[in-house]
Nanobody
């Protein structure tokens, strides 16, 4: 059974940093496109960043230069390092997995598996 479990969320002041983790199990971790999405109540879930192994990455314009996605294949874990956080980064962050390469445009419907989300709150 495929499971994605996020952790690392919390509250931080603007300008601070957080690192999110997503522990994956139940599938061949290295064969999947992995991504981070985020969602604010009342808004559409939006793509933040994605990685097609070994190291092809894409970032949304809103986080480029501040966030970094990475994986540890030995630990079956996806990470999101978030620096220079802004209040507008406040959201529920989800990790997602898709068998095969990532598709352009953060197509939510193309992802097969989702975690339960971890809350990130950035105060000004």
């Amino acid at each position: 059974q495929v499971q994605l479990v996020e952790s690392g969320g919390g509250s931080v002041q603007a300008g601070g940093s957080l690192r999110l983790s997503c522990a994956a199990s139940g599938y061949t971790f290295s064969s999947y496109c992995m991504a981070w999405f985020r969602q604010v109540p009342g808004k559409v879930r939006e793509g933040v960043t994605a990685i097609t192994r070994p190291s092809s990455t894409v970032y949304s314009n809103t986080v480029k230069g501040r966030f970094t996605i990475s994986t540890d294949n030995a630990k079956h874990t996806l990470y999101l390092q978030m620096n220079s956080l802004k209040p507008e980064d406040t959201a529920l962050y989800y990790c997602a997995a898709r068998l095969g390469p990532c598709l352009s445009g953060f197509r939510r419907e193309s992802y097969n598996y989702w975690g339960q989300g971890t809350q990130v709150t950035v105060s000004s």
